[in-house]
């Protein structure tokens, strides 16, 4: 069975380095050129192989059907170029560089394009991550769920009754009597000890 992850990516074909793809296409060029055009369907293979598009294969069979069309025509042309008409010179002249042109024209351009997407990545590829499983999900949620379930009850028995009247602490009260009793143990002493003043100087007195 398959999970909730994302489906598996298709391997991409690694650029190869600028010097290869300028060897490979000056080499495809001029074999395209020195044929008269009768190669020009070995560009278009390779680029058919690169891009992997139904557009590219369908051109690689009808330049290869224009390919066999120009062999056969020049087979049946005269060896002799006196015997043949100007016609027919101009015909397969127009037929070679039709062919040149627009295989090398369509060759560079559609591998140069191929190559610069695959070196700039696409502005809305973003990384997925793969989600687990929801009974996984939920063995995970849970612990983290049930503190939040006791949250509520906490605060429900910390918050205060709003029908009773809140309690002050009691305020200590002045204790007069006290005080008056300090100031009168005070005065006695004091009284006290003049009574032994007077009475020490009335000894050295006698």
Known sequence: MHGYGPMPQ??????PSPATLTTVRVILVALT???????????????????????????LVVVLALNIGLFAFIMATPDDPDQMSDAAALFMMLWILGLLAGVITYYLYAEIRHYNTLGTPAPYATPVHPAPPLPYQQQHLAP?????????QSQQHQQPNPYTAPTTPPT??????????VRAELDELSDYLRKENKDSRDGEGR
């Open 144 to 152: 983290h769920q049930q503190p939040q379930q006791h949250q509520p």
């Open 172 to 181: 200590p009260t002045p204790a007069p009597q006290r005080l008056d009793q």
């Open 10 to 15: 298709q391997p991409t074909t690694p650029r």
């Open 33 to 59: 050129v020195l044929s008269c055009g009768l190669l020009g369907w070995a560009p278009m293979l390779r680029l058919a192989i690169v891009t992997r598009r139904p557009r590219d294969w369908f051109l």
